[in-house]
């Protein structure tokens, strides 16, 4: 059963830049999506960024520029590193991850990612 853990949350002024990570365990999948979501209160899950094994990327228009996810494979380690934070990216971030991805660049639909960690909260006060 593959675990992920996220960390690096917190609360950070208009403007900064936060990183955020999540630590995989008990996966050695070869071809994969893995990414983030996010969640405000009251709002639907939304696809921010994610990352296919073979490399490609896929953001989410609200955050492309401002957000970069990658992955350290020797660390079993994803991050999202976020710049130029604005209050409406507080919300409560979330990785997930998907085995067995084909060609297609990853999906931003909540309902395809089988493992989920319990998420790390990401405050921008206004």
């Known amino acids: 059963q593959v675990q992920l853990m996220e960390s690096g949350g917190g609360s950070v002024q208009a403007g900064g830049s936060l990183r955020v990570s999540c630590t995989a365990s008990?996966?050695?999948?070869?071809?994969?999506?893995m990414g983030w979501f996010r969640q405000a209160p009251g709002e639907d899950r939304e696809g921010v960024a994610f990352i296919h094994s073979d490399g490609r990327t896929t953001y989410a228009d609200s955050v492309r520029s401002r957000f970069t996810v990658s992955l350290d494979n020797a660390k079993k380690t994803l991050y999202l590193e976020m710049n130029s934070l604005k209050p409406e990216d507080s919300a409560m971030y979330y990785c997930?991850?998907?085995?067995?991805?084909?060609?297609?660049?990853?999906?931003?639909?909540?309902?395809?990612?089988?493992?989920w960690g319990q998420g790390t909260q990401v405050t921008v006060p206004s």
């Open positions: 008990r996966y050695s999948f070869s071809r994969y999506c």
């Open positions: 997930a991850a998907s085995t067995g991805w084909g060609q297609a660049s990853c999906s931003t639909f909540s309902g395809v990612y089988v493992y």
